[in-house]
């Protein structure tokens, strides 16, 4: 592999040609980290793949328990346990989309700096962890939502590019943060404090409110719109809400991410393999 010391931006048509030619040729050694790491994952598990849509079930059994036992009112017309089990998978989705790059990047860590590989095999490797998480967890939300309530809908159509929008935007996130998350590990450990946080305030679990806009932190989170209008669209709303503004957005977004991505990984791996 040639360096050199003119930015690869400079010639922006040929740093895209790149970009694409490269992703395409890493797509074998991408399937191999992706079966490996997922091996790995669930080797040593009594329950293997069930802990893949564990964390949201039990969210979603635990404030379901607190309404029930009148401890909270979240004022929701209809099904509280699908509304409740319905916004806890969307959510974790954004929270996969948004470690799951993060974690393969730390694994695969050693790897980078000592074999010449073409490095957006970790993208896609990322991509094929959180699409296995995602179609895990709809299989137990489709097993389990028809005996909650949920009746099919038109706007149910919607979903994917519902779901798309989330993944685009989480995964954008993390690239855009994964430079510094290789050097500093403080970055993933204060993300799992803000995340956690951002759970909290943002409507899952209860439903948005009229002043939802005059919290700053939910305004700032750009999943609550999408979150929102994915929830309502399996619920069976006609409310289009912005979602091709902020698909569109979060498509640009993860282009910006990529892009950081490509030029940052040669400095990363220099300055990690030291």
Same mark, same amino acid.
């Given at each position: 592999m040639l360096?050199?010391?003119?930015?690869?931006?400079?010639?922006?048509?040929?740093?895209?040609?790149?970009l694409i030619i490269d992703t395409y040729k890493s797509r074998h050694l991408a399937w191999r980290l992706f079966t490996r790491d997922l091996s790995a994952?669930?080797?040593?598990?009594?329950?293997g793949y069930i802990w893949a849509f564990i964390p949201p079930l039990v969210t979603a059994l635990t404030f379901i328990y607190l309404e029930h036992k009148k401890i909270i009112a979240p004022n929701i017309a209809g099904s509280y346990p699908l509304y409740v089990?319905?916004?806890?998978?969307?959510?974790?989705?954004?929270?996969?989309?948004?470690?799951?790059?993060?974690k393969v990047m730390h694994t695969n860590k050693t790897l980078l700096t000592k074999v010449n590989v073409k490095k957006?095999?970790?993208? /896609?490797?990322?991509?094929?962890?959180?699409?296995?998480?995602?179609?895990?967890?709809?299989?137990?939300?489709?097993?389990?939502?028809?005996?909650?309530?949920?009746?099919?809908?038109?706007?149910?159509?919607?979903?994917?590019?519902?779901?798309?929008?989330?993944?685009?935007?989480?995964?954008?996130?993390?690239?855009? /943060? /994964?430079?510094?998350?290789?050097l500093y590990t403080d970055i993933q450990r204060g993300l799992t404090i803000l995340l956690n946080f951002a759970f909290l305030l943002a409507p899952i679990t209860y439903?948005?409110?009229a002043t939802q806009s005059s919290n700053i932190l939910n305004s700032l989170n750009l999943s609550v719109p999408v979150i929102v209008s994915t929830r309502d669209w399996i619920l069976g709303s006609t409310t289009l809400g912005p979602i091709v503004p902020l698909a569109i957005g979060s498509m640009l977004l993860f282009f910006i991410g990529w892009t950081i991505f490509k030029v940052s990984i040669p400095h990363l791996i220099s300055r990690i393999g030291n």
């Amino acid at each position: 592999m040639l360096y050199s010391p003119v930015s690869p931006l400079k010639n922006f048509p040929l740093f895209v040609k790149s970009l694409i030619i490269d992703t395409y040729k890493s797509r074998h050694l991408a399937w191999r980290l992706f079966t490996r790491d997922l091996s790995a994952q669930y080797r040593q598990s009594i329950f293997g793949y069930i802990w893949a849509f564990i964390p949201p079930l039990v969210t979603a059994l635990t404030f379901i328990y607190l309404e029930h036992k009148k401890i909270i009112a979240p004022n929701i017309a209809g099904s509280y346990p699908l509304y409740v089990l319905t916004g806890t998978l969307l959510w974790q989705t954004f929270i996969d989309a948004i470690t799951i790059p993060l974690k393969v990047m730390h694994t695969n860590k050693t790897l980078l700096t000592k074999v010449n590989v073409k490095k957006e095999a970790i993208i /896609l490797a990322a991509s094929g962890e959180i699409a296995f998480s995602l179609i895990l967890k709809l299989v137990v939300f489709l097993a389990i939502a028809p005996f909650l309530g949920l009746a099919t809908a038109p706007m149910q159509l919607l979903v994917p590019l519902g779901l798309g929008t989330l993944i685009a935007l989480g995964f954008s996130i993390s690239l855009c /943060l /994964l430079p510094l998350s290789v050097l500093y590990t403080d970055i993933q450990r204060g993300l799992t404090i803000l995340l956690n946080f951002a759970f909290l305030l943002a409507p899952i679990t209860y439903a948005p409110s009229a002043t939802q806009s005059s919290n700053i932190l939910n305004s700032l989170n750009l999943s609550v719109p999408v979150i929102v209008s994915t929830r309502d669209w399996i619920l069976g709303s006609t409310t289009l809400g912005p979602i091709v503004p902020l698909a569109i957005g979060s498509m640009l977004l993860f282009f910006i991410g990529w892009t950081i991505f490509k030029v940052s990984i040669p400095h990363l791996i220099s300055r990690i393999g030291n």
